[in-house]
């Protein structure tokens, strides 16, 4: 019986002091192989210096089509924001 | 859906690319986009896979051991690339699987320069200035495409290619420092390079069926005419550069128009190697589908592996 090799995401931080990024993607049978892979296919370069590898099928992704019930009501809240607030010119350091 | 709801769907998709929005895997798009990335994106993969069968021929046979980890580094990259791109691919809903069937079978099809054989060291030197030094003109334009996948993995693989081209280069410098017989090689390879890196660049404006809606789609930004002299007019000075002779008598400045006239492209030779009939198409494919053939038990090991390690594991809670 044939048996495909999962998808993995893979997150490379490039330097410490930075947060893993999403690089791409790639085909491994478990997570050790995932992570060589990811090596040899996304840091050839010194691109990272910590890898994450997770499955596709684990991540849980929003749907586009929801986009507007999701992040619209964030849109009418300005008051979120600094400069929603009026300050006298002569006040300073706020 | 009604044809209208659909109309109204294409026109917003159409204007958010107008305004250099990206389409990203889950947004919806016109079934047509789908297919039309998957088979460019696809053949693009397939290109880098295949390209690496003309180059491995000569690994064990380069010169130095400076040459050799620059060629492997380069083929490895190829490698690298394909992955980039299936993965890409794969974002459209289609399986690696499927796209290696595609490969294999002869129904996707892959840059037809890699159907030409690789005779001499110096076809080392010149298919990294001109194969890589074309593909870079077609790529670069890539990095600005409208589904965000592919411009993303065009990124990494622009900025990996440069090295390619100069290494290339190098080869070809350095042959035509050497002894009058290592001349003649570097120029032999130009002679035969020349003319399929010129093909690469794709059919001419009048016949190439997908450039309008692809213009449209920003997976073209320039027709292949323009790539190809451009590609022409910055190649033409480094071959001067270093004593090689462009192999096209009718190859000529033109101060009126500011870039190069030149001969005729053999067409027909183009569409034959296109169809199948190359010097290389049964051998490339024989050499893909045997190596394929052949890592079966590899991969099917590796699965039997990972699940007895995964069962270990349960037990081991239990």
């Known amino acids: 019986m044939k048996k495909n090799w999962p998808l993995w995401e893979v997150f490379v931080r490039s330097k410490n002091g930075l947060e893993h990024r999403h690089f791409g993607s790639l085909h491994a049978a478990d997570a050790d192989m995932a992570l060589e892979n990811a090596r040899d296919v996304y840091t050839r370069r010194n691109e990272g210096v910590s890898i994450w590898v997770v499955e596709s099928k684990d991540i849980t992704a929003s749907n586009p089509e929801h986009n507007g019930e999701l992040f619209e009501p964030a849109q009418d809240k300005v008051y979120r924001h600094p400069t929603f607030y009026d300050l006298p010119d002569e006040v300073k350091y706020m | 859906m009604s044809e209208e709801q659909i109309k109204d769907l294409e026109e917003q998709f159409e204007a958010r690319i107008a305004r250099d929005e990206k389409i990203e895997p889950k947004d919806w798009m016109p079934e047509k986009y789908r297919k039309t990335h998957i088979r460019q994106m696809s053949q693009h993969a397939h290109s880098e896979v295949v390209g690496m069968l003309p180059e491995g021929n ?238 079966e038990w590899v991969r099917d090991a590796a699965v039997a592996y990972a699940e007895k390690k995964a069962n270990k594991n349960i037990n081991k809670a239990v």
Not at chain 2, 154 to 176: D, N, P, T
Not at chain 2, 193 to 212: N, R
Not at chain 2, 221 to 246: H, W, Y
Not at chain 2, 280 to 291: I, L, P, S, T
């Open chain 2, 58 to 295: 000569w690994i064990t046979r380069a010169p130095s051991l400076r040459r050799k980890v620059a060629l492997l580094a380069k083929i490895q990259d190829e490698a690298g690339h394909g992955l980039y791109l299936y993965s890409a691919c794969e974002t459209l809903g289609i399986s690696r699987d499927e796209l290696y069937d595609q490969l294999h079978s002869g129904k996707a099809k892959y840059s037809s320069i890699f159907n030409y054989p690789t005779i001499t060291w110096a076809d080392m030197g010149a298919i990294g200035w001109l194969v890589d030094g074309a593909a870079i003109i077609n790529q670069v334009p890539l990095c600005n495409t409208s589904f965000g996948p592919y411009a993303r993995a065009m990124v990494r693989v622009c900025k990996e290619e440069s090295f390619h081209q100069r290494q290339g280069y190098e080869i070809m410098i350095k042959l035509m420092q050497g002894t009058p017989e290592q001349k003649e090689m570097a120029q032999d390879a130009l002679n035969r390079w020349w003319w399929p890196s010129l093909m690469m660049l794709g059919p001419i404006d009048a016949e190439s069926v997908h450039t309008e809606q692809s213009m449209k789609w920003k997976l073209k930004r320039k027709s292949n005419d323009e790539l190809r002299q451009q590609f022409i007019d910055q190649t033409v000075p480094q071959a001067e550069l270093i004593g090689l002779t462009i192999p096209d008598p009718d190859l000529k400045w033109n101060d009126e128009k500011g870039c190069y006239d030149f001969g005729a492209i053999d067409w027909d030779e183009f569409w034959q190697v296109v169809k199948g009939h190359g010097p290389c198409n049964k051998e490339r494919m024989n050499a893909r589908v045997g190596a394929w053939e052949r890592g």
